[in-house]
């Protein structure tokens, strides 16, 4: 096997280890860890690199800005806002009218066009703010 098909291979069972599991965040240490991948260090942050850029993976400041969190990006999430708790790392999918309001105000009032594929709002999910999370 050459070194471009075993690159390849690599990046695609990546890309599957995301897409297998949509609502879930990962650090590069976590791919690290995960033993159905056995990837190299510099193989992890090449192809998480990549798959931000590219915009297969969103990419979150981890909560205290440790480091930084990668998930799968449906199709969806490029037409709506993000929530994203930074406690537990949950991310909720915010499309409703109120948004869409709130994007066209932008650009009507301060003529700045909003990438919703990269747009998240930080804050603490009602289940850890239960927990005592707080903001």
């Given at each position: 096997?050459?070194?471009?098909?075993?690159?390849?291979?690599?990046?695609?069972?990546?890309?599957?280890?995301?897409?297998?599991?949509?609502?879930?965040?990962?650090?590069?240490?976590d791919i690290l860890k995960e033993e159905s991948?056995?990837?190299?260090?510099?193989?992890?942050?090449?192809?998480?690199?990549?798959?931000?850029?590219?915009?297969?993976?969103?990419?979150?400041?981890?909560?205290?800005?440790?480091?930084?969190?990668?998930?799968?990006?449906?199709?969806?999430?490029?037409?709506?806002?993000?929530?994203?708790?930074?406690?537990?790392?949950?991310?909720?999918?915010?499309?409703?009218?109120?948004?869409?309001?709130?994007?066209?105000?932008?650009?009507?009032?301060?003529?700045?066009?909003?990438?919703?594929?990269?747009?998240?709002?930080?804050?603490?999910?009602?289940?850890?703010?239960?927990?005592?999370?707080?903001?």
């Amino acid at each position: 096997m050459g070194r471009k098909e075993y690159e390849t291979r690599q990046r695609d069972a990546l890309l599957r280890f995301f897409r297998d599991q949509p609502d879930r965040c990962f650090s590069a240490g976590d791919i690290l860890k995960e033993e159905s991948l056995s990837l190299g260090q510099a193989t992890v942050y090449r192809l998480l690199a990549h798959f931000a850029e590219e915009g297969e993976l969103v990419r979150f400041v981890a909560p205290e800005g440790r480091g930084a969190l990668y998930q799968y990006k449906k199709d969806a999430c490029r037409s709506h806002f993000h929530l994203k708790c930074g406690r537990c790392g949950k991310l909720i999918h915010m499309d409703c009218a109120f948004m869409k309001e709130m994007e066209a105000h932008i650009m009507a009032e301060h003529h700045f066009s909003v990438d919703n594929a990269k747009t998240t709002i930080y804050g603490t999910c009602a289940a850890c703010t239960e927990m005592g999370g707080g903001k």
